[in-house]
């Protein structure tokens, strides 16, 4: 029987966070049960750098992916989670919206830039 890969948006664009999602996530992976025996990956990077495409290649996730087709511009959102397929120790990649996104705004913020790229820092083994 085939792994089913499960992500979802940990924190949305507006930096709010999906606890719902994380419960789902934590027990349909029975993360919890593997207490430390698990290892998270994110990527961080500009936008439209093909950071998606690499994690939904190198661990078997359905991360959205841009279509170089309808042109480029913001894919993801927030950060997603998904779940690692046939890999072990359990492996958690983490998607992280892109940086310098034209779309963020004109404004000049970069708060959700750099919290996100300190938050996957934070937490991420690789």
Do not use: H
Not at 35 to 52: E, F, H, W
Not at 88 to 93: G, K, Y
């Amino acid at each position: 029987m085939a792994e089913d890969c499960c992500s979802f948006q940990l924190i949305s664009g507006a930096g709010v966070l999906n606890m719902e999602g994380l419960e789902n996530f934590t027990r349909t992976t029975n993360l919890a049960q593997r207490r430390l025996s698990y290892a998270a990956v994110a990527i961080i990077g500009p936008q439209s750098s093909g950071k998606s495409t690499l994690l939904n290649q190198l661990f078997g996730t359905n991360f959205t992916m841009m279509d170089a087709y309808e042109g480029r511009g913001q894919t993801t959102q927030g950060i997603w989670i998904g779940k690692g397929i046939g890999i072990e120790p359990f492996t958690i990649a983490i998607d992280v919206e892109g940086s310098d996104s034209s779309e963020r705004g004109q404004d000049g913020t970069t708060t959700f830039e750099k919290r996100s790229a300190l938050f996957a820092l934070a937490i991420a083994d690789i």
